[in-house]
T-cell receptor, first 112, second 112 residues
Framework: GAVVSQHPSWVICKSGTSVKIECRSL??????MFWYRQFPKQSLMLMAT?????????EQGVEKDKFLINHASLTLSTLTVTSAHPEDSSFYIC????????FGSGTRLTVV | DAKTTQPPSMDCAEGRAANLPCNHS???????VYWYRQIHSQGPQYIIH???NNETNEMASLIITEDRKSSTLILPHATLRDTAVYYC?????????????FGKGTLLTVNP
């Protein structure tokens, strides 16, 4: 299957700053990528669908101006958490749609 | 909303078969059954998927009932490293609605 690299694996940032998370498809041209968020002891919640060359589609309740998604190439999608607050602390996971789904290893974001 | 029902937790002895059930009574004719697992603080890992026939790969077997309203994931010889949350997901195989929606999954604990 496809190989997905997500970076960074963990990040700590100050409240009010922005954080960028990268998701790379290493061996597959992914026209569609997905971003999930997972709070402790909860399941993965789909945040948005990222389509190469077009605007992302956000799930209901996800603020598109706060979670900026850029999918400028077939191998890279980025999620930027803007003006981060402690409640944004979570585990963020990307996924690509190729032959089935492949997930990144996740990014643990802690906002202090 | 997730369209599957799984027991919240199960235990299994190391070396024995682990049988994880999943109910998906509202599955439509063109939806597949996917199984993923998530080891703590990692991204989900693909296990197996099927439409209506039983499937087997190097990781597991998938048994789907004839009416497709339920399925069972079988790990033939569970090891301690199989301890994880297992997610059963139904989804289309293509098109704009091809996205994975996670339920709460089953926490499988393999005991020595």
């Amino acid at each position: 299957g496809a190989v997905v690299s997500q970076h960074p694996s963990w990040v700590i940032c100050k409240s009010g700053t922005s954080v960028k998370i990268e998701c790379r498809s290493l061996d597959f041209q992914a026209t569609t990528m997905f971003w999930y968020r997972q709070f402790p002891k909860q399941s993965l919640m789909l945040m948005a669908t990222s389509n190469e060359g077009s605007k992302a589609t956000y799930e209901q309740g996800v603020e598109k101006d706060k979670f900026l998604i850029n999918h400028a190439s077939l191998t890279l999608s980025t999620l930027t958490v803007t003006s981060a607050h402690p409640e944004d602390s979570s585990f963020y996971i990307c996924s690509i749609r190729g032959i089935g789904y492949t997930f990144g290893s996740g990014t643990r974001l802690t906002v202090v | 909303d997730a369209k599957t029902t799984q027991p919240p937790s199960m235990d299994c002895a190391e070396g024995r078969a682990a049988n994880l059930p999943c109910n998906h009574s509202t599955i439509s004719g063109n939806e597949y059954v996917y199984w993923y697992r998530q080891i703590h603080s990692q991204g989900p890992q693909y296990i197996i998927h099927g439409l209506k026939n039983n499937e087997t790969n190097e990781m597991a077997s998938l048994i789907i009932t004839e009416d497709r309203k339920s399925s069972t994931l079988i790990l033939p010889h569970a090891t301690l490293r199989d301890t994880a949350v297992y997610y059963c997901i139904v989804a289309l195989s293509g098109g704009s609605n091809y996205k994975l929606t996670f339920g709460k999954g089953t926490l499988l604990t393999v005991n020595p």
